[in-house]
C-alpha cells in the first residue's frame, strides 16, 4: 500500500494547488506616478502633490480593497494630466483605476463621474453623455455632475440642453467650474461680453496660482483677444505667468500676442518653452504656423509632420479602444490642411462628424476642408450649421465671409472679412492670408 502514498499525496497537493490559484482573488495592480520635470517639479505644489499621492499608494500597498483610496488616487492622477500633459499615461492610469472601483462598487456615484469625465478628455463625447447621465441618476443633487452634462452636451451639439445643465450647476454650486461653463455657452451664443463677464467671476472665484484658476486666467485672456482687445489679452497672460511661474497656457497666449506684433521670433521661443513644459499638440500646430511666417519652411514641414503623428497616434489608440485613446479626428482635418493633403483632411473631417453631426465647431471643420477643396456650394451647407448659434469668433466669420464670397454673394462675404480681420487679424493666419488676398482683389 505504501508505494501508491506518495503518487496520491501529489495528486492531491496538486488539486489543491489548482483550486487556490483558480479562487485566488487577483491582486489588482495599481498604476505608479511620473516624476516631473523642469518648471512643473518646482515649488510646493508637486512637493504636496507628490506626498499626497505616496501616502495613498502606500494605503493601497497595506489595503487593496481601499476603494476611497483607489478612487482618490485616479482623481490625482486625471489632475496631473491636467499639469504636465501626459494624457496618454495618467488617463490610462486613472481609467484603470476607476475600472477597479467600479467591478467592487459598480453604483460608486464618484467613480462614474470621474470615469465620464475622463471619456470627454478623450472626446469619447457620447459615451462620457452616457456616464454622466447615469451617475446624475444616482445623485440629482451634485453641482459636478451637472457640469460633466453641461460639457457633454455641448460637445455632441445639445445645445439648448447645455444651457439647463449649466444653470442646474449654477442654482446648486455657484463657483469657478459653473462661472466658466456659463461663460463658454455665451461665447457660443455670441454674447462675448457676457463671456467675459462670467469668466472674471469665474478668476474671482479661484485660488490665485492654481492650475485650475489660472487655466481660468488664461481663457479670460482669450476672449479679450476674440474681442480684438490685445492689451487686456497680454495683461491677463501676464498675471496668469506670475501667478504661476512657467504656466505653458500663459506663456503660449503670449506667444500669440507677440504674433500679433509681428515679433515672430519672440512668438517661437515662447512656444518652444510651453512645448517643453506640457505635451499638448496644439503648441506643435501653432509652432507650424510661426515657423512659416518667420521664413522657416523646413521647420515647418518637420513641426507640422509632428503634429500628425501625435495626433494620429491619439487616433489610432481611440479606434481599438472603446474608453481611451484620445479621439483626435477634428484636429488631424486641420493638420492635414496644413500638408496639403487634402483627402485625407476630408476623411477625418468626415469621421468627425459622423460622430456629432451637431456640433458647431465640427461643422465649421467641414465647410473649411470642402472650401480648400473647391466645394464651395457644400462648404456653405455645413458653415450655416456651424453659425446657427450665433457666434462672433472672428475665425468662424472669416471663413463664412470667404465661403459665401466664392458664392458670389460678394458684398456680404466681405463685410464679414472686413470685421473679423479688424476685431482680430493673427488667431489664424492661413484665414487672415484668405481674408486680405480676396479683399485685395476687389
Given at each position: 500500500m505504501k508505494k501508491y502514498l506518495y503518487p496520491s499525496l501529489l495528486i492531491v497537493f496538486a488539486l489543491l494547488a489548482a483550486a487556490i490559484f483558480y479562487f485566488k482573488k487577483p491582486i489588482s495592480k495599481t498604476p505608479e506616478f511620473r516624476e516631473r520635470t523642469g518648471n512643473l517639479a518646482a515649488g510646493k505644489e508637486w512637493l504636496n502633490t507628490k506626498a499626497a499621492i505616496e501616502g495613498l499608494l502606500a494605503k493601497l500597498r497595506t489595503n487593496p480593497d481601499d476603494q476611497k483610496?483607489?478612487?482618490?488616487?485616479?482623481q490625482a492622477y486625471m489632475q496631473e494630466a491636467r499639469v504636465t500633459g501626459e494624457h496618454s499615461y495618467y488617463d490610462g492610469a486613472a481609467m484603470e483605476l476607476l475600472e477597479q472601483v467600479l467591478r467592487a462598487e459598480p453604483e460608486n456615484f464618484e467613480a462614474l463621474s470621474c470615469k465620464a469625465s475622463l471619456c470627454l478628455t478623450q472626446h469619447h463625447f457620447a459615451q462620457g453623455l452616457a456616464l454622466a447621465e447615469q451617475a446624475?441618476?444616482?445623485?440629482?443633487?451634485?453641482?459636478?455632475?451637472?457640469?460633466?452634462?453641461?460639457d457633454a452636451n455641448v460637445e455632441m451639439g445639445h445645445y439648448a440642453e447645455?444651457?439647463?445643465?449649466?444653470?442646474?450647476?449654477?442654482?446648486?454650486?455657484?463657483?469657478?467650474?459653473?462661472?466658466?461653463r456659463t461663460s463658454y455657452l455665451r461665447e457660443i451664443y455670441g454674447d462675448v461680453p457676457g463671456a467675459i463677464q462670467a469668466m472674471d467671476m469665474a478668476v474671482k472665484a479661484g485660488y490665485i496660482g492654481l492650475e485650475q484658476t489660472e487655466w481660468t486666467r488664461a481663457a479670460l485672456a482669450h476672449l479679450y483677444e476674440v474681442s480684438g482687445d490685445t492689451a487686456k489679452a497680454r495683461g491677463y497672460y501676464q498675471m496668469a505667468l506670475y501667478a504661476r511661474p512657467g504656466y505653458a497656457y500663459a506663456l503660449a497666449g503670449l506667444g500669440r500676442m507677440a504674433a500679433a506684433r509681428h515679433d515672430y521670433p519672440r512668438a517661437i521661443s515662447l512656444y518652444q518653452q510651453a512645448r517643453i513644459t506640457v505635451k499638448d499638440y496644439a503648441f506643435a500646430d501653432e509652432l507650424t504656423d510661426l515657423y512659416r511666417l518667420n521664413g522657416q519652411p523646413t521647420e515647418a514641414n518637420k513641426m507640422a509632420e509632428e503634429s500628425i503623428d501625435m495626433l494620429a497616434s491619439a487616433a489610432k489608440e481611440a479606434d481599438s479602444n472603446?474608453?481611451?485613446?484620445?479621439?483626435?479626428?477634428?484636429?488631424?482635418?486641420?493638420a492635414y490642411l496644413k500638408t496639403n493633403e487634402l483627402d485625407k483632411a476630408l476623411e477625418h473631417a468626415k469621421i468627425e462628424y459622423d460622430r456629432r453631426p451637431d456640433n458647431i465647431d465640427v461643422n465649421e471643420t467641414m465647410a473649411w476642408v470642402l472650401?480648400?477643396?473647391?466645394?464651395?456650394?457644400?462648404?456653405?451647407?455645413?458653415?450655416?450649421?456651424?453659425?446657427?448659434?450665433?457666434?462672433?469668433?472672428?475665425?468662424?466669420?472669416?471663413?463664412?465671409?470667404?465661403?459665401?464670397?466664392?458664392?458670389?454673394?460678394?458684398?456680404e462675404g466681405q463685410a464679414?472679412?472686413?470685421?473679423?480681420?479688424?476685431t482680430a487679424p493673427y488667431l489664424n493666419t492661413e484665414v487672415e492670408a484668405e481674408g486680405k488676398k480676396l479683399l485685395a482683389a476687389r
Open positions: 483610496s483607489r478612487l482618490l488616487l485616479a446624475q441618476k444616482l445623485n440629482p443633487h451634485s453641482g459636478f455632475v451637472y457640469g460633466l452634462l453641461t447645455a444651457i439647463k445643465m449649466a444653470d442646474r450647476m449654477n442654482e446648486l454650486r455657484p463657483d469657478l467650474a459653473s462661472y466658466a472603446e474608453q481611451m485613446g484620445h479621439y483626435a479626428d477634428r484636429e488631424l482635418a486641420y472650401y480648400k477643396r473647391g466645394q464651395y456650394a457644400e462648404a456653405q451647407k455645413y458653415m450655416l450649421v456651424a453659425r446657427r448659434t450665433g457666434s462672433k469668433n472672428p475665425v468662424l466669420l472669416c471663413r463664412a465671409g470667404l465661403i459665401m464670397s466664392k458664392l458670389g454673394k460678394t458684398a464679414l472679412i472686413e470685421g473679423a480681420l479688424k
